[in-house]
């Protein structure tokens, strides 16, 4: 996986770009709009990290060149505005995710690894989570090479949580994937299937569990992840 | 008819002209009378002169009120015409929204007398303007100047071996991003007193932020959970700001509650949201200086500034409302905002 920096700051940049290395991406550092623009245009770069802040412009621009050649490129954006108006803006103007420096490289690096697992953008791709592998085409989840063996909507929900690591996925969101409209709804079928997956995933040891947020949703988290 | 209001310009000319037209008015027909009189008595028939007179009211007399009420109508239509574009620069002024800086009032069409007025109102527009811009940018650029380097600080610590030093020295890195935070925010609610209020729905913002905290609640070692009616509340409210003050509740109950506890946000159907943790709670006598700017408790164990809950109290007084903290049935302690 081949990612683009872009970043004005030498020291974040090279932080930044030692972290990545280390958690396996091959990295491409810029710190200015006309070098990123240029690269994006040259590499078919799977992911761009942008800083807002940069010496001859706005990190904006970047991200509308890169959407004129690339339709799906994941885009994280790093900026120090923090205000609700400057997240709506950024995400409005294409970025799919947005962290507020200073922010854990650890954080980072789960977040870009989400992107990489978005729907549509990486086709027949294994989702991994601890020990735990789903794979996304055959549709089989498996735990050290042992299948589990779950059934369909088990598996959908398992996906969903795969792709969100470490976020919430609201219970609404899963009932509009796993129901058609008009279909009935047991208001507790998600939560069973929840607690049989949970189970499941204990029994075979997968290094994850799935945490329930009362009156919101679920998440999957790694264990030994804060 | 829409009646001018007392010690209004309008009111004033309004009445003063038709006082002077009425007297006209009243002076003409009486001069009237007297004329066709003397012209009557000059015929030397003094019979035929009173009745004359006495026709010519029977007559003529019930005009009068036609004239008087033409003429009231004339001085109305005469005055608000003239005034009209004062009336409209008030009621630009009167439109300029709270945080709104980019409105000038109109000065083309005004009279002589009224448009130095209106340009040093405008002037003073512009100073405020001026004023807020340079806040507003001080804040950004403070914002960016003080991140950075605890941007560098943080990544750079993140990269070292997991020592015990090294792990104190994040966890002190942690502090002072959050002090940061929280001073960016009191910077943000003082440069601007009167910030936008748009039509929100409380219940969908205290969703989203509990879905974006609940995996640090997590990691906290605590569970964050929401409870609402599900229906919509909506209020005239700023979401950076509310997300701003619920968020330092829920990172102040995180602090204070015991390993493995609820942390629970609710929102009530009339504009009320609640943060109810199971902790100590917060002793009576300290309630009531709470929420004051860099006021902490006595045997704060904790390492806040003591600015959380100032900023909460700011931003709830922004929102016409009232923060107050109770004890949590079975103990700890609720913190309960109510908005508008």
């Known amino acids: 996986m081949r990612l683009l920096v872009v970043e004005d700051e030498r020291r974040i940049a090279e932080l930044v770009t030692i972290s990545l290395k280390a958690a396996g991406f091959t990295v491409d550092c810029c710190a200015s709009v006309a070098d990123a623009c240029a690269a994006v245009e040259l590499v078919p770069y799977d992911a761009m990290v942008l800083d807002l802040g940069l010496p001859d412009g706005d990190g904006l621009e970047v991200l509308s060149a890169a959407r004129r050649c690339r339709e799906v490129l994941p885009v994280l954006m790093l900026t120090a505005r923090d205000t609700v108006e400057d997240r709506v803006s950024g995400l409005d103007a294409g970025a799919d995710d947005y962290l507020v ?42 735990v050290g090479g042992q299948p589990l063996g779950l059934p369909r909507q088990e598996l959908a929900i398992l996906e969903h949580l795969l792709r969100r690591l470490g976020r919430v996925v609201p219970r609404a969101v899963l009932e509009d994937k796993l129901y058609g409209h008009g279909e009935e709804i047991a208001s507790n079928a998600i939560p069973v299937h929840i607690s049989h997956l949970r189970r499941k995933l204990a029994e075979a040891g997968a290094g994850c569990a799935i945490q329930t947020v009362r009156g919101i949703g679920y998440f999957l988290i790694e264990a030994g992840a804060a | 008819m829409r009646m001018p209001s007392v010690g209004s310009l309008e009111r004033q000319l309004i009445l003063r002209l038709a006082g002077v037209n009425l007297l006209a008015l009243g002076t003409g027909f009486a001069w009237l009378i007297v004329k066709s009189y003397r012209i009557a008595h000059g015929l030397n028939h003094d019979g035929l002169a009173d009745l004359f007179a006495a026709e010519f009211l029977e007559e003529a007399g019930w005009t009068f009120p036609f004239f008087v009420i033409g003429m009231i109508a004339l001085v109305v239509f005469t005055v608000r015409s003239s005034l009209s574009s004062v009336a409209a620069a008030s009621r630009q002024a009167v439109a300029i929204a709270p945080g709104q800086t980019d409105v000038r009032l109109e000065d083309e069409g005004l009279p002589t007398e009224i448009k130095p007025f209106v340009l040093a109102v405008n002037g003073a527009l512009d100073r405020l303007a001026h004023g807020f811009e340079a806040q507003r940018r001080f804040t950004a650029d403070a914002a960016h100047e003080l991140r950075t380097p605890l941007a560098i600080l943080t990544a750079g610590l993140e990269a070292l071996p997991d020592t015990r030093e090294v792990v104190a020295l994040r966890a002190d890195a942690a502090r002072m991003g959050r002090l940061v935070d929280q001073l960016l925010r009191v910077a943000r609610l003082d440069a601007m007193p009167a910030p936008a209020l748009d039509k929100l729905d409380l219940n969908e913002l205290a969703a989203d932020l509990v879905a974006r905290m609940a995996p640090w609640v997590h990691g906290e070692g605590c569970m964050l959970a929401f409870e609402s009616t599900g229906a919509p509340v909506m209020i005239e409210g700023n979401a950076d700001m509310l997300e701003g003050a619920l968020r330092n509740l829920i990172e102040n109950a995180v602090g204070h509650s015991p390993t493995g506890s609820e942390v629970t946000v609710r929102v009530g159907r009339d504009a009320e949201i609640a943060v109810i943790d199971h902790g100590p709670g917060v002793p009576l006598e300290q309630r009531d200086r709470l929420f004051d700017r860099f006021w902490r408790a006595p045997d704060a164990m904790g390492n806040g500034a003591g600015l959380g809950l100032a900023i909460v109290a700011a931003v709830v007084s922004v929102h016409g409302g009232t923060a107050e903290v109770v004890d949590t049935p079975g103990g700890g302690a609720t913190f309960g905002l109510r908005l508008g």
Not at chain 1, 102 to 119: M, V
Not at chain 1, 123 to 130: I, R, S, W
């Open chain 1, 101 to 142: 420096k200073p922010f854990a490289t650890q954080e980072l690096i789960s977040r870009i690894k989400a992107l990489l697992r978005r729907p549509g953008l990486a086709l027949g791709v294994t989702l991994e989570a601890g020990d735990l592998s789903l794979d996304t085409v055959g549709r089989e989840a498996s």
